[in-house]
Nanobody, 115 residues
Framework: QVQLVESGGGLVQPGGSLRLSCAAS????????MGWFRQASGQEREFVAG????????KYADSVKGRFTISRDNGKNTVYLQMNSLKPEDTAVYYC????????WGQGTQVTVSS
C-alpha cells in the first residue's frame, strides 16, 4: 500500500557528510512513525534512527548519536537522515521504514565510507 524510495547514498570519505532522503506515497504518511535502518555486508540489519508522526520525538542508535539527525517533512511526504562525521563503520545499505511496526520498507541505498 505504502511505497518508499530512498536516495542520496554514495561514496564519501571519513569525516564527510551525506543526506539521505526517503520519499513516501500515501495520504497516511503523516500518521506513521518513520525510521532508518542499515545492514552492513555479512551482518544483521540494525536500527539507526526513528521519528514520530509529528516529528516531536526522535530516537538514535548509540553509534550515531551526535552525528546523525532524522527529520521529516509531512508536506513533502519525505523523511531525511543527515549524516555527518561519517566513519568507515557506517558503511551499509540504508533502508527507510514506515509504521505501524515498520510494516513498510524501501529498497535501500548504499552508503560507503572509505578513504
Amino acid at each position: 500500500q505504502v511505497q518508499l524510495v530512498e536516495s542520496g547514498g554514495g561514496l564519501v570519505q571519513p569525516g564527510g557528510s551525506l543526506r539521505l532522503s526517503c520519499a513516501a506515497s500515501g495520504r497516511t504518511f503523516g500518521t506513521y512513525t518513520m525510521g532508518w535502518f542499515r545492514q552492513a555486508s555479512g551482518q544483521e540489519r540494525e536500527f539507526v534512527a526513528g521519528i514520530s508522526w509529528s516529528g516531536g520525538s526522535t530516537k538514535y542508535a548509540d553509534s550515531v548519536k551526535g552525528r546523525f539527525t532524522i527529520s521529516r517533512d509531512n508536506g513533502k511526504n519525505t523523511v531525511y537522515l543527515q549524516m555527518n562525521s561519517l566513519k568507515p563503520e557506517d558503511t551499509a545499505v540504508y533502508y527507510c521504514a514506515a509504521g505501524p511496526d515498520y510494516l513498510y520498507w524501501g529498497q535501500g541505498t548504499q552508503v560507503t565510507v572509505s578513504s
